[in-house]
């Protein structure tokens, strides 16, 4: 076969049955959750395995390579800015280690904080940072570090404190109007961001409210055993004093990133800007040598300060530890090709298009079809763009207004995102706060929370609004869902949000 017709080829997928897309599906997510969860293999080879296994299905059934491998590379092309912003963190956990930085916010948060608040003002602190930067990676980045190693210093377990970082970060990012996936879910659903940040509420609010009172709970059993007694924590407070010189030049990094993102400055820059100036205050104030600085930018700060609980917290970030985690995103690139070059997605949502669904069927339907799709891609920015305009026009023909659609997205997006250890923003979560998924997962109320509450909506139709003729009366026509994941992954990545 010439080269002209191998691409003619690959243009083309077969046309699979139901059956098909069923199985596809079956075999794939079955094998995942089974080596995952009955086998505990590793994350990313398991991703491997039942990539490998739904691609001998889809060429076996009639997809050329050359698709097959042109949706590979797409997918992992995705991947690259948020490969390379989770490489900048490792670096500069390192170096602002180094330069005293994350001591010197370590420092003032045991000053500040008791275990039976922590989990409670690390909620809300987070929140705040979120919703007025409008981003969950550069909260998780800065301030979610920092109280990770606050939680260590005064006895909180890592999976307590993670799931409330995680609570209050994706609260505020949901319900910033700074924030890429408010703008986003609202645009592709046409509906008014101040009408969707208040439609949000309705599932995000009761979450929220329950996930603070659950941490005042925790928090308060803690107290009473932690392991970070007062003396302790005035130990590892002397510790941090000897090792590392107080001034407060070490919190202008983390100022410095704040500030590059809250003025809406690309994340990877302002990361970046972040690295150099603490290098420089390493030098100044630490006494650091350029080779301290490479050291700790490659494998991390290395801690022997004679405190086991002070060289436990200091001694992490670096390039090499985020590279299994980079593994697992160009993993989930692999396992997704197959599903894009089946067009699966489509054929489901055509199949939706042509039943006469009511309103909760048809939002029903939206869920599952977009955390199915989310957790096949492990980017909002994909699902949001691909289902969000082709999910309207069905949900507004049963008279329901979009801004329930607008929220079924961020419910089963934004707030899933983090639970999904194959997704850009799962990966980067638990490599940045050190926790695995697993672990932090029961903790992070807020995260299935609000699906539950969401779903509650669907099912009783509380909440959805009153129903209105729908502008368009006829069936919305069957040549939509002809617009495939393809074309959707050939848009830009997640940016670190």
Not at 82 to 109: E, F, K, N
Request: one cysteine or more; glycine letters at 10%; charged letters at 10%.
């Amino acid at each position: 076969m010439n080269k002209d017709s191998d691409v003619s080829s690959s243009r083309s997928a077969p046309g699979f049955s139901s059956l098909q897309h069923f199985a596809l599906l079956t075999v794939t997510v079955g094998s995942l959750l089974l080596l995952i969860l009955l086998f505990d293999i590793p994350t990313a080879i398991a991703l491997i395995l039942s990539g490998c296994m739904a691609m001998a299905l889809s060429l076996l059934w009639g997809i050329p390579w050359s698709r097959l491998e042109k949706d590979l590379l797409s997918g992992i092309q995705a991947m690259l800015i948020p490969i390379l912003i989770l490489m900048c963190v490792g670096m500069m956990v390192g170096v602002w280690i180094l330069s005293g930085t994350i001591p010197a916010m370590v420092t003032l948060g045991l000053e500040s904080l008791s275990p039976a608040w922590f989990l409670v003002a690390a909620c809300l602190s987070c929140s705040l940072m979120s919703v007025m930067a409008g981003t969950s990676w550069g909260t998780l980045s800065t301030i979610g570090i920092a109280l990770m190693g606050v939680a260590q210093g005064i006895g909180i377990p890592p999976a307590y404190a993670a799931g409330a970082i995680i609570t209050g970060t994706f609260f505020g990012d949901k319900l910033s109007p700074l924030s890429d996936t408010t703008v986003m879910a609202s645009a592709v659903c046409g509906v008014n961001i101040a009408s969707h940040i208040r439609h949000m509420l309705y599932s995000t609010l009761p979450a929220y409210l329950i996930a603070l009172a659950v941490y005042a709970w925790l928090g308060h059993g803690v107290s009473v055993s932690a392991t970070g007694t007062p003396e302790q924590t005035q130990i590892i407070i002397a510790t941090l004093g000897e090792h590392f010189s107080a001034n407060p030049l070490t919190f202008l990094p983390p100022l410095v990133v704040f500030g590059c993102i809250l003025l809406k400055k690309p994340v990877l820059p302002a990361f970046v800007i972040g690295i150099l100036s603490a290098a420089v205050i390493a030098v100044v104030l630490q006494g650091a040598t350029l080779a301290d600085i490479g050291q700790a930018m490659d494998s991390g700060y290395n801690a022997k300060t004679g405190v086991a609980m002070v060289d436990e917290m200091l001694s992490r970030g670096g390039l090499q530890a985020m590279m299994s985690t980079v593994a697992v995103l160009i993993a989930a690139a692999l396992l997704g090709a197959p599903f894009k070059s089946a067009g699966t997605l489509d054929a489901a949502i055509a199949m939706l298009n042509r039943k006469h669904a009511s309103r909760r069927q048809v939002l029903g339907s939206a869920m599952g079809l977009h955390s199915l799709a989310f957790l096949l891609t492990g980017s909002y920015y994909v699902t949001f763009s691909l289902l969000g305009p082709l999910l309207r026009p069905l949900v507004e023909n049963t008279g329901t207004p979009a801004k329930n659609l607008s929220r079924i997205l961020e419910d089963t997006g934004t707030t899933l995102s983090p639970l999904v250890p194959w997704g850009v923003t799962g990966a980067f979560t638990a490599a940045t706060l050190g926790v695995a998924t697993a672990e932090f997962l029961p903790y992070a109320i807020l995260c299935y929370g609000a699906i539950i509450f969401s779903l509650l909506f669907v099912i009783t139709g509380l909440g959805l609004g009153h129903e209105r003729k729908p502008s368009h009366p006829q069936r919305t026509s069957e040549r939509a869902p002809e617009r495939t994941l393809e074309r959707t992954l050939e848009q830009r990545p997640d940016p670190g949000r």
